[in-house]
């Protein structure tokens, strides 16, 4: 079952902007934590952004002050906000529930869900 569904990528120049769509079905939005995740072509899945049911986020290092992680509640869509992208900003982007998150965390603890990703080209 298909529970988290991505959308907005796309292609934007370095210093732009794009903003992440993943709709949430069934009890994955009320999951203790979301997370975004990005996945390159050259390595495993890097976990660049979460937020906890009761609001607190965390950021990759790479990311801070360029990226906002944030709930529409009524909506049940998780966003992602990414400002002033870089090339290593390129990848496939996917969102996780994770149902077994004490606290904030830039990885999955489980039991986890996933959606399929959408892709994020940055051009120089």
């Known amino acids: 079952q298909v529970s988290l569904t991505e959308s907005g990528g796309g292609t934007a120049p370095a210093g732009g902007s794009l903003r992440l769509s993943c709709r949430a079905s069934g009890s994955a939005f009320g999951a203790e934590s979301m997370i975004w995740f990005r996945q390159s072509n050259d390595g495993g899945r890097e976990g660049v952004a979460a937020?906890?049911?009761?609001?607190?986020?965390i950021y990759a290092d790479s990311v801070k002050g360029r990226f906002t992680i944030s709930k529409d509640y009524n909506k049940r869509i998780l966003y992602l906000q990414m400002d002033r992208l870089k090339p290593e900003d390129t990848g496939t982007y996917l969102c996780a529930a994770d149902h077994g998150a004490r606290g904030p965390r830039l990885a999955t603890i489980g039991p986890a869900e996933w959606g399929q990703g959408t892709q994020v080209t940055v051009s120089l």
């Open positions: 937020i906890m049911r009761a609001g607190t986020t």
